[in-house]
C-alpha cells in the first residue's frame, strides 16, 4: 500500500468517491447480496466511507482506493447479515457456504471501477425504479442510491423542496423494503416495466451537470459523460434498444458538443447568442446524427425525439440569427401539447419573439408568472403548481433580454431584479449581470433602486 499521508486530501477523495463511485459500490454489493439486502448494502457503503474518513488520514490513502472502499463495504454487509442472522438467504442465494464467503472477503483482488462494474450501476437503476412507487419518488430514490445526489441536487433536478424530497425517498425505500421484503432476485425483476422510469433518471443526471448549481462547478462534464455511458449500455439491452433511447443519446451529444464554447473564463454560462460556434465539436455532432438516425426507426415520438430535434436545429444554425425559429416553435408546440413544462414555455416564448414579435413572447411569460404578481391570484393555464425559484428566474431573465431587444431597458432591468431575487446560484447571477454588460449598463444597477 502507497500511503499519503494527507488528511485534507483523503477528505476530498473520499467525497469524490462518495459523489461518483456510490452508485457502482451501491449496485455491486446489491447484485451479489440479491436485491432484497439492497438497505445493507447502502448501509455498508455509507460505513465503509465513514471509516474510510477515520483511517485515510492518519495512515494515507492506500494505492487502491476504490478496492478499499470495496472489500471493507463487503466485509461490513456479511457482518451485518451475520448479526441479523439473514445470512442463510445470502448463502442460498450465493450457492455457497460461512466459510466460502469469508474466504472470499480474504482473497479479495481490487476491481478497476470504471470498466467492470458500469452494468451494475444500471441494475441499481432498474431496481429503484419500482412500478410499485410512485414515479416522482421512484426518481429521488433514484438519483440518491444510483447517482450519490445529495438532497439539494435532488431538489433543484426535480424542482421540490428539500423536505419534499426527502419524504419522498422514505416512502419509495419503504415500499421498495415492503416489495422485496429481503428475498428479491435481480432476475425476477421485469426490466422492460422500468424503462421510462430509468431514461428519465438518465435525462436528469445529464441536466445536472450541463446546467450544475453547485458553486464549485460551472459545468460537470463528469455527469454528463456518465448519462451517455448510462444511455448507451441501456441501448446495448434487449429491453433498452429503443427509438427513444438513442433519442436522449443524440441529445445528450448534441448539448455536449457545445461544452467548451458554452464555459467563459470568468465563471459564467455563455448564451446561446453569444457563442462561439467555431468552439463546437462537430465530431460530437455527428455522433449525434448517427443516434439521430437509429431513432427515426418505428413510430414512437417521445419527449427525448422533439428536444433532440430542437437542439439539432440549434447545431445546424450558422447563427444565432439565422435559427430556424419557425420550426423550433413547431416543435415546441409539439411538446406542449403533452408536457406542461414551464422551461417548454420558455423556449416557445424564444421562438414566438422572432416569428410574432415581443408582444406575443411577452404576454406567455406573463402567463407563466401570473400566480406570482402582487396581488395576481388567477394561477396561469399552463402551469397547474407552483413555479419553483429557477422556473420563475428564468421566466424573468428572458423577459429582461426580450426588453433589451426592444430598446426598453428600465423593464429589463426591473425583470433582471426580479430573477436575482430568486436566489439563483452564482453562475446564474454572473451570466445575468454579463446580460447587462453585453447591453452596455453597470451590474451594480441591479442592486440599486
Known sequence: ???????????????????????????????????????TAEDSVQSAMQEALRVWGPRGIPSDPGGWLYKVAHRKAIDSLRRAKLHK?????DGGGLREADQAVASFEPIDLDNSIEDDRLRML?????????????IAMTLKLAAGFGISEISRALLATESTIQKRITRAKEKLRETHNHSGRFDEIHWADRVDSVLQTIYLIFNEGYFSFTPEHLLRKDLCDEAIRLATLLYSTSFGCAPKTSALIALMFFHTSRFEARESDTDYFVSLEDQDRSRWDWTVIRRGMEWMQLSAKGSTLSRYHIEASIAWEHCRATHFEKTDWKRIGELYRLMLDSRHSVYCQIGMAMAEYFCEGAATALARLDRCLTPFKEGGAQQ????????????????????????????????????LRSAIACSVGDHQEAAIKQLMIRNGLNPVLLTSE
Request: with cysteine.
Open 1 to 39: 500500500m502507497n500511503l499519503q499521508p494527507e488528511s485534507k486530501q483523503s477528505h476530498q477523495l473520499v467525497d469524490h468517491f462518495f459523489r461518483h463511485e456510490y452508485g457502482r459500490l451501491l449496485g455491486r454489493l446489491a447484485r451479489v447480496l440479491g436485491a432484497g439486502n439492497w438497505e
Open 126 to 138: 432498474f431496481l429503484c425504479c419500482d412500478p410499485a412507487i410512485p414515479c416522482e419518488s421512484q
Open 89 to 93: 438467504k445470502f448463502l442460498d442465494h
Open 380 to 415: 396561469a393555464s399552463t402551469n397547474e403548481v407552483s413555479l419553483s425559484p429557477q422556473e420563475r428566474a428564468a421566466c424573468e431573465t428572458l423577459k429582461g433580454w426580450v426588453y433589451f431587444r426592444v430598446q426598453q431597458p428600465e423593464r429589463a432591468i426591473q425583470s
